[in-house]
């Protein structure tokens, strides 16, 4: 599955963005999708996840009560709605495909990966 990730931008603290992930290629179906992000000097690290077909979510603890992972399947597209956005939220973040229904939160578990947006928190 391919990946193309888009949303991210510049926002001040307290603000809000909507990251999207649209999947095309053999299938979306039955795939499990991430949010990583990777921070300048940093490595990259789990933000949240969603199973098939949307279930279950899990959030890095950082985010939680900020961000929401969601998933439209008509439209094979994943998103994460971010609130109240901190400098410290400043990375690249990347979306991520499983080869499984199921979520998981570390990067070996992914196989198809996004090319990243960037997402800059101005205080």
């Known amino acids: 599955v391919q990946l193309q990730a888009s949303g991210g931008g510049l926002v001040q603290a307290g603000g809000s963005l909507r990251l999207s992930c649209a999947a095309s290629?053999?299938?979306?179906?039955?795939?499990?999708m991430g949010w990583f992000r990777q921070a300048p000097g940093k490595e990259r690290e789990f933000v949240a996840v969603?199973?098939?077909?949307?279930?279950?979510?899990y959030y890095e603890n950082s985010v939680k009560g900020r961000f929401t992972i969601s998933r439209d399947n008509a439209k094979n597209t994943v998103y994460l709605h971010m609130n109240n956005l901190k400098p410290e939220d400043t990375a690249v973040y990347f979306c991520?495909?499983?080869?499984?229904?199921?979520?998981?939160?570390?990067?070996?578990?992914?196989?198809?990966w996004g090319q990243g947006t960037q997402v800059t928190v101005s205080s």
């Open positions: 969603i199973s098939w077909p949307g279930s279950r979510t």
């Open positions: 290629g053999p299938t979306f179906s039955r795939n499990a």
């Open positions: 991520a495909a499983r080869n499984s229904p199921y979520a998981a939160t570390t990067e070996p578990d992914f196989g198809s």
